[in-house]
């Protein structure tokens, strides 16, 4: 996806003038995709690896302990916290099997995982996002916070890992 010169700049402007806003809100404002979004934040914000991750990226995370895990249409935002459980393949769908979280994926859905540190609400925040092939987002994953609303550092060293793993495992 190829993002024009005055789209890249609206969508810059939006960022600086509302740093914590929700991307999707961004791409509403500057008419882009969600994708053209993550892919004008500073690299130092966002991280991104193709699809053929999800996979790997899931099981992963399933060991990282609660989550939040997040479902932003526009006109509804879902969370869902707790451990993110174990999924397989079947029938053409990623399988998670667990509650509070649980449900289907369409396997081939994924086209990037974005690994994004960037502040929302005034705290620091760490998310995996997962884009479909329209560069809309499927969900994202929050890293979880303990008592003082800080991030939990056995989830940020996994997280920071994880990204570094799979961003060295692309090719340049």
């Known amino acids: 996806m190829t993002t024009t010169p005055d789209t890249a700049a609206a969508i810059r402007a939006a960022l600086a003038a509302h740093p914590g806003a929700a991307l999707e809100d961004i791409a509403a404002q500057s008419g882009a995709s969600f994708a053209e979004v993550l892919a004008c934040l500073p690299d130092d914000e966002a991280v991104l690896v193709p699809g053929h991750h999800f996979e ?72 995996v996002q997962f884009l479909d092939t329209r560069g809309g987002c499927l969900f994202k994953i929050y890293l979880g916070r303990d008592a003082n609303r800080a991030l939990i550092p056995a989830q940020l060293a996994a997280f920071e890992a994880l990204r570094d793993r799979l961003a060295y495992a692309v090719p340049a």
């Open 56 to 127: 790997e990226a899931m099981a992963e995370i399933t060991r990282w302990g609660e989550i939040t895990l997040i479902i932003n249409t526009g006109d509804v935002i879902l969370e869902a916290k707790g451990e993110l459980p174990p999924g397989s393949v079947a029938q053409g769908y990623f399988n998670l099997h667990g509650r509070p979280i649980g449900g289907h994926i369409r396997a081939g859905a994924c086209a990037g995982v974005a690994f994004v540190t960037r502040g929302l609400f005034g705290m620091e925040a760490r998310s």
